[in-house]
């Protein structure tokens, strides 16, 4: 198969992604990084287009199963009501706890989820990318909050170092989070 009609057979998949041309950057991420302070839930302040978060409202909830992985519970409202994925985590490499791998099919590889920064206690800045053959690649980036909401110079902060590392933040937008009790 080549590469042009791939990138044909793919063009509908990543319409509503990221993309760019070349390799992923590859940025650092945070220095010691501690699981267990990061769990709980986080809230979606702004992010990058997703075709699998288009809705409002959308939260992020990570626990620890028995068998040592991380339960990723993501939600969103979507046509007036809530809606649930759910999903693994796993840190594959334990020397960088901070690059882990997120899964919401047994059919699909580990994705990377890259916490780049967070204070583990208002914000956290999330980068996920996916080279495909080398050519271009899909990307994602999330400002989350442990609140439905963020000091606008927090959110500035946060799209500041995105921007200094080398990812593009033009297609960022917020995420409406006032939808009451649903």
């Not at 939600?75 to 997120?102: C, H, I, N, Y």
């Not at 956290?124 to 690649?137: N, Q």
Request: net charge positive; aromatic share 14%; hydrophobic share 35%.
């Amino acid at each position: 198969m080549s590469a042009v009609y791939l990138l044909l057979l793919l063009v509908p998949t990543i319409s509503a992604q990221t993309f760019r041309f070349g390799a992923c950057p590859t940025p650092k991420v945070q220095s010691n990084f501690s699981l267990q302070l990061y769990l709980d839930k986080w809230y979606e302040i702004e992010k990058l287009p997703a075709s699998f978060a288009r809705g409002q409202c959308i939260e992020a909830n990570y626990s620890v199963r028995k068998d040592g992985t991380i339960r990723v519970l993501n939600s969103q409202v979507l046509g007036g009501k809530r809606e649930f994925l759910e999903g693994t985590a796993v840190v594959p490499d334990r020397q960088e706890p901070a690059k882990l791998g997120v899964s919401f099919s047994y059919f699909t590889p580990y994705g990377p989820y890259w916490v780049l920064e967070t204070n583990y206690t208002n914000y956290t800045i999330v980068y996920s990318c996916t080279d495909i053959l080398r050519i271009f690649h899909v990307y994602y980036a999330w400002i989350l909050a442990r609140s439905p909401s963020l000091p606008p110079e927090t959110v500035h902060y946060a799209k500041q170092l995105l921007t200094d590392k080398g990812i593009d933040i033009s297609k960022m937008t917020p995420t409406y989070q006032s939808c009451g009790n649903i």
